[in-house]
Structure formats: structure tokens, C-alpha cells
């Protein structure tokens, strides 16, 4: 009889710690896209003149352009080369925002361009403080 109990007992011990497994670790976090570069090919024009974008960006999936008022810009986004390009015409200076959108986030980055006057300094309020 203890021989019987035993060999139950030992089959019990097997079937518990057979369902018990290491439970897997999940996987590391994806890292965001980052924008390696975004430029424009000139940051003052005339009304009237094209200016071209260009950028560059890991991990990248999709990438929109849009000017400060929302509107957007057209983009030619290669995911695998991790590049892209944009054309615009301006008709008023504008802030032009890139948004680079992959599985672990999002990057954005920001170019200016003047259209018939200089250059505007976002950071002057924080810099003329009395």
C-alpha cells in the first residue's frame, strides 16, 4: 500500500511542477523614432519662391509636415532609408513642423521660413527677461 502512495504521490509532484513554468520576461520597450535631421534649402524667400525639405529619421514608420496653421505638406517618406523630402510655397512665414510617428512613439522637430521679412526669434521672450 505505501508503495501505491508513493507512486501517486511522486505522479502528483509531476503533473504540479509540470504546470509550473518561469514565467517569460516581456519584451524590451521599442525605442521611438528619433529625427536625425531636418532642414529646409532656404529659410528666407520672396512670395512666390519654393523652398524644399529635407530630413532624415530611425525608426521612423510614417511622417507628416504641416505649417503652423495646420495645414499640410505633402510628404515623400522612404521607412526604410529612413529619409524623406517635402516642397512648399509659402505665402506667409511660417513655422514648419515634421511629426515622425513609429511603433515605439513619436519625434517632432521644427524649421522656420521668412517669406518677404527676417527671421523670427521664438526665444526672445525668454531671453530679454527685465
Known sequence: MKLRLG???????VIVFAGCTTPEKPPPPVSPPVITSFTVDKTK????QSV???F???RGKSATLK???GA???VNFDATAGTGTATATPTASSFYILRVEGD???DTAFV??????GLKSIFSSWCHRS
Not at 507512486?7 to 509532484?13: E, Q, R, T
Not at 524667400?45 to 512666390?48: L, N, P, S
Not at 522656420?112 to 521679412?117: C, G, H, L, N
Open 112 to 117: 522656420q521660413v521668412a517669406v518677404d521679412e
Open 104 to 106: 515605439g512613439g513619436t
Open 7 to 13: 507512486a501517486w504521490s511522486v505522479c502528483a509532484l
Open 52 to 54: 524644399a525639405f529635407t
Open 56 to 58: 532624415a529619421a530611425e
Open 45 to 48: 524667400i520672396t512670395r512666390g
Open 67 to 69: 505649417d503652423q496653421t
Open 72 to 74: 499640410e505638406i505633402a
